[in-house]
């Protein structure tokens, strides 16, 4: 079984930046892609980044584009979203999740592509 922890999530002013972490266990980490999502009040979960097994690879929603960067440590099993210049709109919980395949070439951008999920954390930003 796989477990996914986010933290890092908070209250910050629009402009500000905040980093989540998703630390993970139970599985050979670094054999998967991993993902973030995040679902605003009232909206359906959305795609927000991506980063392939060996970091090689990274995808991002045109709305986080040049604001939000995903990394990922695999020696310590955790996948980071650094995120700047954060918008009102930016206001969700966020997810992290771990692809259903290892090795995919392809980091998924639909929740189909991922089996193992978070509990999620909330970030909200104020204006």
């Known amino acids: 079984q796989v477990q996914l922890v986010e933290s890092g999530g908070g209250l910050v002013q629009a402009g500000g930046s905040l980093r989540l972490s998703c630390a993970a266990s139970?599985?050979?980490?670094?054999?998967?892609?991993m993902g973030w999502f995040r679902q605003a009040p009232g909206k359906e979960r959305e795609f927000v980044a991506a980063?392939?097994?060996?970091?090689?690879?990274?995808n991002y929603a045109d709305s986080v584009k040049g604001r939000f960067t995903i990394s990922r440590d695999n020696a310590k099993m955790t996948v980071y979203l650094q995120m700047n210049s954060l918008k009102p709109e930016d206001t969700a919980v966020y997810y992290c999740?771990?692809?259903?395949?290892?090795?995919?070439?392809?980091?998924?951008?639909?929740?189909?592509?991922?089996?193992?999920w978070g509990q999620g954390t909330q970030v909200t930003v104020s204006s």
């Open positions: 999740a771990a692809d259903r395949r290892a090795f995919r070439p392809v980091t998924g951008i639909v929740e189909y592509d991922y089996y193992y």
């Open positions: 139970g599985r050979t980490f670094s054999n998967y892609n």
């Open positions: 980063i392939r097994w060996n970091g090689g690879s990274r």
